[in-house]
């Protein structure tokens, strides 16, 4: 008896085995057929390119590395490459897109199959013998083509994120640049102040002899003395702005509150060489919002398309074994157990709701053809404004660095050798001193302007500008 029991629930599990490796087989089959998708899932790359972990763990070595140097000699170069490596937003982007990429096989898969037991615990009687237990699987197949048009919405989505991981390095970097010129102004401002005030310092120390002298008047003493006042008030100012701007590029390097950053360089000047016209040309080419407005344009078409396939049906498959026993009187297949195959599917007949589904993806769809639309006048107007704003501050550092400095450097050494031989006043060496300050003050405002114009310019076109 044991044997026989034994015997039987072997024979149990090898036909319900047996049934779920025909039935999923034969699931895979109808998933090559229903799909049509080819294993690659398009264009959209199944990792980061590049080998994604090995690259971070390099760049966590080489940002060690730069922390040290940093504290010497600290290059644009240094500050855009820790932004890369290190900075937050950078990595969420990316760990965004992979997470994106991801989604494509489970859009473009069947759902998980079904597999139920039932036991009679009241066995049915048949003529063939008492109904003990069912085994019963079953896959729901949506209608070819449905599977398709989701795993294609979902490699769209994958190139969106892939358009706005671009775009954040790009904007991070561009901020660097922005952040590191403003810090270049704040302590070259701070120099330029410094020396005025050694300067100024100097012309009093001499001016007080000569009040003696009766030569330098009260007022002039008083004007020079009121001109190193303001001069430490705007130190006191820089100072704070200088912790202010040196923890905002801090933040963006993802550097410690107390790192020390060295020496800092001037931004490069280079001339404009790019037409207004081929700015937006190159921003209509490589605008990564103006992208990411185009692909979701192209998803909201398919969005739509596979909207219109609410009105066909999804299918429902299976397959059922029922284990039945011996019957009490020996009859033609005494014992034999019912094998089942079950096919149904959904009827979509409730029109109203099916119309509803498929006029409001139409609708999204002509929603995300106008913000791309409102995207690319926008992008037109932006850079438009910024290029006026760079071409204006490249005439202004031309403007100074050729004509306006040099001649209000020549003034102030021409009014101090007239001051010391008696031919004008001190107050006229106070005057032309100021005038050259303002000068040294407008024309590295100017440079950093451009410098911080050309970086906003770029993340508009997508592209370094030549």
Not at 102 to 120: N, R
Not at 234 to 252: F, P, R
Not at 318 to 346: F, H, S
Not at 369 to 389: C, D, E, P, S, T
């Amino acid at each position: 008896m044991m044997r026989m029991r034994k015997k039987k629930r072997k024979e149990i599990k090898m036909k319900y085995k047996s049934l779920v490796l025909a039935f999923l087989a034969s699931l895979s089959f109808l998933g090559c057929q229903s799909t049509g998708r080819s294993p690659s899932f398009g264009t959209v790359p199944m990792a980061l390119p590049g080998g994604e972990e090995e690259h971070l763990a390099n760049n966590k070595k080489l940002a060690k590395g730069l922390e040290k140097e940093i504290t010497q000699n600290f290059t644009l170069l240094m500050a855009l490459k820790l932004a890369f490596q290190r900075n937050p937003r950078i990595q969420a982007a990316r760990a965004n897109w992979k997470s994106a990429i991801e989604k494509i096989p489970q859009a473009s898969s069947y759902p998980d199959p079904m597999v139920s037991f039932t036991h009679y615990f009241k066995e049915v009687e048949t003529r063939v013998g008492p109904q003990k237990q069912a085994f019963s699987v079953s896959q729901k197949i949506p209608f070819p083509g449905k599977l398709s048009l989701k795993g294609s919405m979902a490699e769209i989505e994958a190139e969106i994120q892939r358009l706005k991981t671009e775009e954040t390095i790009r904007n991070v970097l561009a901020d660097t640049k922005i952040a590191y010129a403003e810090l270049f102004y704040i302590r070259r401002i701070r120099r330029l102040y410094q020396k005025q005030k050694e300067l100024i310092e100097r012309y009093l120390a001499f001016a007080a002899k000569e009040h003696g002298k009766g030569k330098v008047k009260a007022f002039e003493l008083f004007k020079a003395q009121s001109f190193l006042a303001q001069i430490g008030y705007e130190e006191i100012v820089l100072q704070e702005m200088e912790i202010s701007q040196t923890q905002i590029l801090l933040s963006l390097l993802n550097l410690s509150p107390g790192q020390n950053l060295g020496k800092i360089e001037a931004p490069p000047f280079s001339e404009l060489k790019t037409t207004l016209k081929e700015f937006i040309d190159f921003g209509e080419k490589g605008n990564e919002e103006l992208a990411m407005a185009l692909n979701r344009v192209r998803k909201a078409q398919v969005a739509y398309t596979l909207s219109k396939m609410v009105y066909l049906p999804d299918f429902q498959v299976g397959g059922k074994w029922i284990n039945t026993g011996k019957a009490l009187v020996n009859t033609p297949d005494n014992g034999k157990d019912p094998l089942m195959i079950t096919v149904g599917m959904n009827l979509p007949i409730w029109f109203p709701k099916n119309m509803s589904a498929v006029s409001e993806a139409y609708s999204k769809l002509e929603r995300n053809k106008q913000i791309f639309l409102g995207v690319k006048q926008r992008l037109r107007a932006q850079i438009a404004k910024v290029y006026f704003n760079m071409t204006n501050s490249e005439r202004l550092v031309k403007l100074y660095s050729n004509q306006l400095i040099p001649q209000a450097r020549q003034a102030m050494v021409s009014a101090e050798r007239s001051y010391r031989e008696g031919i004008t006043g001190f107050a006229g060496v106070l005057e032309t001193t100021s005038v050259w300050l303002n000068f040294q003050l407008a024309y590295f405002r100017a440079l950093v302007d451009y410098f911080q114009h050309r970086a906003t310019m770029e993340k508009l076109i997508g592209r370094v500008i030549p």
